[in-house]
């Protein structure tokens, strides 16, 4: 098998995370102590370190924080994706999570805008968003 560079590797940990979105859900990580959520997944709050923290199933929407489109890109399998649009984006929790904006084809970056409401979607068990219906 060919190496892929888009897929972390899997420890026990962040399993229950990949678990769930090869399922179709979005876990994000939330603190008992202060309340605040965070991603990506860690096993102490970095907000206020305490170590109460639980999965939760995150709604799914975010808004487009900052974007830029990738033309060249040699690992596998992002050089058969290319062009592809890498973007950080806000969850509706609060957390900011770097990802992907696809869309049906190919997206159009002059689509794109700061604030743009967008939606989780999966792609072979990774979570990437597209601007919402
Ligand atoms: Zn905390």
Redesign the pocket.
């Known amino acids: 098998m060919d190496a892929r560079f888009d897929v972390p590797e899997i420890d026990a940990f962040t399993r229950t995370y990949w678990d769930a979105a090869a399922e179709g859900r979005l876990l994000i990580r939330r ?1 008992g ?2 309340g ?1 959520a965070h991603h990506y997944p860690r096993e102490f ?1 970095p ?2 370190w ?1 170590e109460d923290v639980t999965w939760q199933d995150a709604s799914g929407r975010a808004t487009l924080y900052t974007w830029s489109a990738v033309h060249h890109n040699d690992l596998p399998p992002f050089a058969a994706r290319t062009p592809y649009i890498a973007a950080v984006v806000d969850l509706a929790e609060g957390p900011r999570m770097s990802t992907e904006v696809v869309g049906e084809g190919q997206v159009q970056v002059q689509g794109l805008r700061a604030g743009l409401e967008l939606e989780v979607t999966f792609r072979e068990g990774v979570p990437v968003f597209r601007p919402k219906a």
């Open positions: 603190c102590a202060c605040r709050c907000h206020c305490s």
